[in-house]
């Protein structure tokens, strides 16, 4: 399938299922926000489940057929727009040349996963084709879409075999955390602050973490320790010395030194993705 | 020889794919031989659904998959291997050597440092470069170096309000730490100088120059050598030997 890109929307990238193994030199795991959507997306046009897809964040992309194929959009807050109709949602569509794509906001949610049937010529960095950002830097340049960009993939006419593999969950704000390894310096009234109520998501949000509005402070004690750098990974929650939790995300950092009060739970994490500025979400603490 | 016997050793889950190990053997360079050990030992035998580990001074996260492997089992197997910890398991690591320029334009901080810590340049850069730091840790960034310990004649606070853009390869202090910088990136630390060569190449393998345990030491150069320096290849600028 070749696909051209007319706009690319606010930031269009491949992902697959990250980069494990390279964080003692300080590269994050990155990948898919949503794995899960990822997967759901691959399955749909019969890839392999770990198969990069198109992540599209906030406006999507306007695509324009150039050879035949399949694709499919997993995720919340967008349509997938053939010649203009609407699409159902959660199955493949069939594209021919000359057609246009459109992945259209729905204007409530945040992340989407479009996948392309066939295999892709994605240039893999550590094993790796997911796009990473680091300040101003693209450590992979090819894995981030522009206007004119052709995205083409070798068809292998596999029709998607029978699976058991369900839909994705629809997103949620409750996100389930466990104690992180710094709980004990947040007393009953800093819990009560973080925990079981809504926090508000502010900017600037994004693949590395998520703040929020919070203002929480740590147990006396322990408001003026400067912590020794320690492992972090996504789906920590950190308190900085200004009393804001951030939720460390899947291109996040590796080692931090703000205490580590929680741990959202790997299957939360994929709800994280769809968290945009200004939405709300809770934390809920789960038996460990 | 069997390592110290007297460090403690904490481990902690930390969601439900990760465990954290702490070390503390007493010193920060004690507990740091023993993290690197552990982490030498359990990238060996490759135990069957750890994902990734992240060393970082006295700490060990260590990541896994729950659908392949128990909490309880990696928790033996890391106790099981510090039970048996050699001193011979401690990564060698490599030993550098590396031209640096503490002048303008590089040396950012230069007239607040002098001032904060009442020294001319001259004495701040002969301190710096007298002393031979550790890699306590590669991370944060992708390439970013921690290393330490820095004389306390030069220990000082970070700025109150961080740069927007601190220059790609700065070198930079605070606390009792010091740091090279890999990317361009917003930072607090303040800058004494720059390396003409970056420490993070995507392309490179390892991508990483510097990994934990490595020890480095600065030798300042003029501006004029430093220009010239920067357009040579980095193999021909700086040289690497594994440590004895």
């Known amino acids: 399938m070749k696909l051209q890109f007319i706009t690319s929307g606010l930031r269009t990238t491949t992902q697959d299922l990250g980069r494990p193994g390279y964080t003692h030199m300080g590269v994050p795991i990155g990948g898919a926000l949503d794995r899960s959507a990822m997967r759901y997306a691959n399955h749909l046009v019969g890839n392999a489940l770990a198969a990069p897809v198109l992540e599209v964040t906030l406006s999507?992309?306007?695509?324009?057929?150039?050879?035949?194929?399949?694709?499919?959009?997993?995720?919340?807050?967008?349509?997938?727009?053939?010649?203009?109709d609407p699409q159902p949602a959660l199955l493949p569509i069939s594209v021919n040349p000359g057609d246009e794509l459109i992945i259209k906001s729905s204007g409530n949610g945040c992340r989407a996963y479009l996948s392309v049937s066939g295999e892709w010529h994605a240039k893999r960095w550590l094993g790796s084709a997911s796009a990473l950002r680091i300040g101003s830097h693209e450590l992979v340049p090819g894995a981030v879409w522009t206007r004119g960009d052709v995205l083409e993939t070798q068809d292998r006419s596999v029709k998607p075999w029978p699976s058991t593999l369900l839909p994705p969950e629809p997103p949620s704000n409750m996100i389930k955390v466990s104690p992180g390894p710094e709980y004990e310096w947040l007393d009953d009234h800093g819990r009560s602050q973080l925990l079981s109520k809504r926090i508000r998501v502010i900017d600037p949000s994004n693949r590395?973490?998520?703040?929020?509005?919070?203002?929480?402070?740590?147990?006396?004690?322990?408001?003026?320790?400067?912590?020794?750098?320690?492992?972090?990974?996504?789906?920590t929650v950190q308190l900085t010395h200004g009393g804001q939790a951030i939720i460390l995300m899947r291109d996040g950092q590796t080692i931090g030194g703000y205490p580590r009060v929680l741990q959202c739970a790997s299957q939360s994490l994929d709800q994280l993705a769809h968290l945009k500025v200004g939405d709300e979400l809770i934390l809920s603490l789960i038996d460990s | 020889m069997t390592l110290s016997p007297a460090f403690k050793m904490a481990i902690r889950p930390f969601g439900d794919s990760a465990l954290l190990v702490d070390v503390d053997a007493g010193s920060t360079d004690a507990s740091s031989d023993i993290v690197m050990a552990l982490n030498a030992q359990l990238s060996r035998q490759r135990a069957?659904?750890?994902t990734q580990t992240t060393p970082s001074y006295n700490s060990l996260l260590v990541c896994f998959e729950p659908e392949r492997m128990q909490r309880s089992t990696l928790q033996g197997e890391i106790h099981a291997i510090a039970d048996t910890i050699n001193v011979k398991d401690i990564p060698k690591g490599n030993q550098w050597s590396l031209p640096a320029c503490f002048d303008a334009p590089y040396a950012l901080d230069r007239v607040a440092l002098e001032t904060e810590?009442?020294?001319?340049?001259?004495?701040?850069?002969?301190?710096?470069?007298?002393?031979?730091?550790?890699?306590?840790?590669?991370?944060f960034l992708p390439g970013f170096t921690y290393l330490g310990n820095l004389p306390d004649a030069l220990q000082c606070d970070r700025l109150r309000d961080p740069r927007a853009t601190v220059p790609t390869s700065s070198i930079a202090i605070a606390g009792?730490?010091?740091?090279?910088?890999?990317?361009?990136?917003?930072?607090?630390?303040?800058?004494?100088?720059?390396?003409?060569?970056?420490?993070?190449?995507?392309?490179?393998?390892p991508p990483a120059l510097f990994q934990a345990n490595d020890r480095i030491r600065f030798e300042a150069v003029t501006p004029k050598v430093f220009e010239a320096l920067e357009q040579r290849p980095i193999a021909s600028v700086i040289k690497q030997a594994t440590r004895r």
Not at chain 1, 61 to 69: D, N, Q, R, S, T
Not at chain 2, 183 to 196: C, H, Q
């Open chain 1, 60 to 84: 999507g992309p306007h695509l324009h057929c150039l050879e035949a194929g399949r694709v499919a959009l997993v995720g919340s807050g967008f349509d997938l727009l053939l010649n203009g």
């Open chain 1, 208 to 235: 590395v973490g998520l703040r929020t509005d919070t203002q929480i402070q740590l147990r006396e004690d322990k408001r003026r320790i400067e912590m020794v750098s320690s492992g972090v990974q996504p789906g």
């Open chain 2, 176 to 205: 009792t730490q010091a740091g090279i910088y890999p990317f361009d990136s917003p930072g607090g630390w303040r800058i004494i100088g720059r390396l003409p060569f970056t420490v993070f190449q995507t392309q490179a393998d």
């Open chain 2, 117 to 139: 810590l009442s020294q001319d340049w001259q004495s701040i850069v002969d301190c710096f470069c007298a002393t031979e730091y550790r890699v306590h840790a590669v991370g």
């Open chain 2, 48 to 50: 069957r659904g750890i």
